[in-house]
């Protein structure tokens, strides 16, 4: 089970940190993403982590301004989003599976959580 926060209103420019929590002891197995789906356009790849968290990986769109990481003793993966525009405005889900090989399209994922919404005002 998955469960997103850090969510908010920010102004363009700003930041947020994203927080995804997991349940289950296998935690350090599981692929990690985010993916995000504004008002009337089909969800969107935003990033990807690795199990160790040695590989991460970014949509064009966010390369260099947003960080995914994860804590494999507390369970958590997160997304640091800075220099926001209002085109990042969208909910943000966190996404997992555990299955090997690349993972960069919401088919590849399994489990997801119940997403946060996050606004940038312009």
């Known amino acids: 089970q998955l469960q997103a926060s850090g969510g908010g209103l920010v102004q363009a420019g700003g930041s947020l940190r994203l927080s995804c929590a997991a349940s289950?002891?296998?935690?350090?197995?599981?692929?990690m993403g985010w993916f995000r789906q504004a008002p009337g356009k089909e969800c969107e790849f935003v990033a990807a982590i690795s199990w160790s968290g040695s590989s991460t990986f970014y949509a064009d769109s966010v390369k260099g301004r947003f960080t995914i990481s994860r804590d494999n003793a507390n369970n958590r993966v997160y997304l640091q989003m800075n220099s926001l525009k209002p085109e990042d405005t969208a909910v943000y889900y966190c996404?997992?599976?555990?299955?090997?090989?690349?993972?960069?399209?919401?088919?590849?994922?399994?489990?997801w959580g119940q997403g946060t919404l996050v606004t940038v005002s312009s």
């Open positions: 289950g002891r296998t935690f350090s197995s599981y692929f």
């Open positions: 996404a997992a599976d555990p299955r090997a090989g690349l993972h960069l399209n919401p088919a590849d994922f399994g489990s």
